[in-house]
């Protein structure tokens, strides 16, 4: 009874039936799953919520859910291959670069939706808070935030680029917590110092000078040309919710208004399909299971990758089940089950599961730990090499370089994770440290979110670095005083010592004629 009077007083602390507007619009399943625990929590609160996204939940038990379905985004990525874009080895900057580009054309198209046109139209729409995606580089969904002159919060299914923290005045050392893009972390040489201090430089000279004003311009063909610039939006974020873990990501001193989520879209485990259950349960000798997410697919691997790959779990002494997104395998070795969809979080906490082969994706890896399961690491795009190299550091898993292994490389690799007691011992310990938090991942984002609602904002929180120029903020200025005095103090020293052996020369003339 109490908690039921506690929860309305909530509610009507809250405000009830308070309007939030959701912008997701990645077409990438693994980050939706994120965001929809989130949203359909806020609607099953009370709160009235519609949401822009490409993967809608469909449920008609949240009457007050509205789902906008832009899932035309995924087509727009696919035309644009995404994908190969991100796992090319070209530099950070570059592969920044591309995809800024790639999802201005995504959120434009998304933009040109009919229900999405008719809501920006739609001048009497208020709404309480503005949810908006920060996973990558979208500043064109400032937009919504300039249009409705709402509070917005910044949620990321991974960590954050730069800008994301430069928003909030999150410090953002290159050397304690070097960009994610950078695959650096630990204890940096020279050279890595200076990849970091340099991209660090260069990355905001994009951001600030090209991406913000590019995305302001095409902002203002959708919103208007009232709206204000982009750049000045993106200062009024109330707050960021960042899916980081301490298992993966760097300790740092964030900011009030900086909240770290993580496991907020592990769930209670479900019954298994029978054919699956059954499969799992005939192995007591163990079963490999394998799957390269939403986003890479095993199915778009190349045939040289793959045959290397069939050929070492085609010699495996376990069962293997691979998530293989089209109707043939070729060459299906007699040990190895194939399935398009697999329910991952279900799978996982099977006790026959020895090894998981994943790409390297912070959600996979978190439902890994939480069931307990070691890991092969094969990295393709964005944070997953970052991810699989920490991953080794804490002795939960082996990675490998997908493009240059080896059969044997890989099947010593599987076989090491699956008979070497030390990495379950070490996934263990990974668990207990994920998952000793006083709140749960949906508990703690809804909390703040309704925070922000509550005080129409969180300026309280907000730091003063974030409204300091990036001169100001590194001292530029300060820099150049000192470098000016240093010259000024040099010049006059020069010019007294010049002075004074001008002077001994005059005597020592004036000694010899005399």
Avoid at 337 to 362: C, S, Y
Avoid at 435 to 445: C, H, L, R, S
Avoid at 484 to 507: D, E, H, N, Q
Wanted: glycine fraction near 6%; hydrophobic fraction near 45%.
């Amino acid at each position: 009874m109490y908690f039921h009077l506690l929860f309305f007083a909530i509610l009507l602390d809250c405000g009830i039936g308070a309007k939030i507007l959701g912008i997701f619009p990645a077409p990438s399943l693994s980050h939706q799953r994120i965001f929809q625990p989130i949203w359909k929590e806020l609607s099953l609160r009370g709160h009235k919520v519609t949401v822009i996204t490409t993967d809608v939940l469909n449920d008609p038990s949240l009457n007050n859910l509205t789902e906008i379905d832009v899932r035309s985004g995924y087509e727009v990525a696919h035309k644009l291959h995404i994908i190969p874009i991100l796992a090319s080895k070209k530099l950070p900057l570059i592969i920044i670069w591309n995809f800024f580009h790639i999802f201005q054309q995504v959120i434009g198209s998304e933009l040109k939706h009919e229900a999405v046109e008719a809501l920006i139209r739609n001048d009497t729409e208020h709404f309480d808070v503005i949810l908006i995606q920060l996973s990558h580089l979208y500043p064109l969904l400032y937009g919504f935030g300039a249009k409705f002159s709402s509070p917005f919060v910044g949620i990321s299914s991974m960590d954050l680029y730069l800008h994301a923290h430069d928003a909030v005045g999150n410090p953002t050392h290159p050397l304690v917590a070097p960009d994610i893009m950078l695959n650096l972390h630990g204890k940096l040489g020279f050279f890595d110092k200076i990849s970091s201090v340099l991209h660090n430089i260069l990355y905001r000279i994009l951001y600030y000078w090209y991406a913000l004003p590019m995305a302001d311009k095409v902002a203002r063909k959708h919103f208007g040309e009232n709206i204000p610039y982009l750049g000045d939006v993106e200062k009024n974020m109330s707050l960021i919710l960042t899916t980081v873990n301490p298992i993966i990501h760097p300790i740092r001193p964030n900011v009030p208004n900086m909240i770290e989520i993580n496991q907020i879209h592990i769930r209670e485990k479900k019954p298994l399909p029978k054919d699956l259950q059954d499969y799992l349960d005939s192995a007591p000798e163990g079963v490999v299971y394998f799957s390269l997410g939403s986003n890479v697919k095993s199915a778009n691997i190349s045939s040289e990758i793959r045959n290397i790959i069939i050929e070492a779990l085609s010699e495996l002494p376990y069962k293997v089940l691979w998530k293989w997104e089209t109707d043939y395998l070729p060459n299906q070795p007699y040990n190895v089950l194939t399935r398009k969809w697999i329910p991952q979080q279900d799978v996982l906490g099977h006790p026959n599961i020895k090894v998981f082969i994943t790409q390297g994706g912070l959600q996979s890896i978190e439902e890994a730990i939480c069931n307990e399961v070691p890991m092969v690491g094969l990295p393709y795009i964005t944070d997953q090499p970052y991810n699989v190299r920490k991953l080794e550091e804490f002795g939960i898993a082996i990675g490998l370089n997908p493009g240059t292994m080896t059969k044997d490389q890989f099947k010593r690799a599987i076989l090491e994770v699956a008979g070497n007691k030390k990495y379950k011992e070490r996934v263990r310990e990974a668990k207990a440290i994920l998952t000793d938090q006083p709140m749960k991942g949906v508990e703690k984002a809804v909390w703040w979110i309704e925070y922000v609602i509550r005080h129409k904002g969180a300026k309280h929180l907000r730091s003063p670095a974030a409204d300091l120029s990036f001169f100001e903020y590194f001292l530029v200025d300060v820099a150049l005083f000192f470098v000016f005095c240093a010259l000024l103090l040099t010049y006059v020293v020069v010019k007294m010592i010049r002075w004074c052996r001008c002077r001994s020369k005059k005597g020592l003339t004036k000694e010899k004629a005399n």
